[in-house]
């Protein structure tokens, strides 16, 4: 399997901390690949970096086969990375239809368009219902879903999802794992980072463990799931 993304030697500097010390690792194309540590760990920090909204001090980020490292954000959602950031960040005075249209800004096909929101509609039935609805109105459920839609629309190579099960109720998170599970089938990579290790670690084809910004594990998801250290550190309920 080729690898659609390649982290290598990685290092962010927040002032004088580094947040980042030297990671290297890589998503194969059709992949679900999860980040899993404690907050502080450098997770968010590493989806920043990747896709452009943080400065990385050394090391390189492929993409592609292109070198994508100091490349600001809004250029590498035509390439095909989308973002789905922590805390949803819906545009919460705009209906749910304008911001999946806001999701397809990059495109210019209306028609191509048209079908995508057809797409997510049919992979998200609740958007649809509530299609005209303020999007500040929604539950955090639906605004997760919402933001995923919204990623969807650019139509990613690479989904990469931050924290997405952040403050959902139980029934949500098995929901958005199921969903992030079809939008992997359908031919989308993605690289998750998620605080329910369990979770992450239940759907991940492979997993990389971070600490104070450096990976610690990494391995097959399944195996990593009976590691006596991650057991310990991050399964224990």
Known sequence: MAAILEVKDLQVYYGVIQALKGISFEVNQGEIIALIGANGAGKTTTLQTITGM???????????????????GY????MGIAHVPEGRRVFAEMSVLQNLKLGAYTRSNKNEIEETIKMVYE????LEERKNQMAGTLSGGEQ????????LMSH????????????????????????????NKSGTTVLLVEQNAKKALSIA???????????VLSGDAKELMNNDRVKKAYLSE
């Open 54 to 72: 943080i400065p990385s001090k050394g090391g390189s980020i492929i993409y592609d086969g292109q070198d994508i490292t100091r490349m600001p």
């Open 123 to 126: 992979r998200f039935p609740r």
């Open 144 to 151: 997760q879903m919402l933001a995923m839609g919204r990623a």
């Open 75 to 78: 250029k590498l959602v035509p």
């Open 205 to 215: 084809d492979k997993a990389y463990v971070l600490e104070t910004g450096n990976i």
């Open 156 to 183: 990613p190579k690479l989904i990469v999802m931050d924290e997405p099960s952040m403050g959902l109720s139980p029934i949500y998170v098995n929901e958005i794992f199921d969903i992030i599970q079809e939008i």
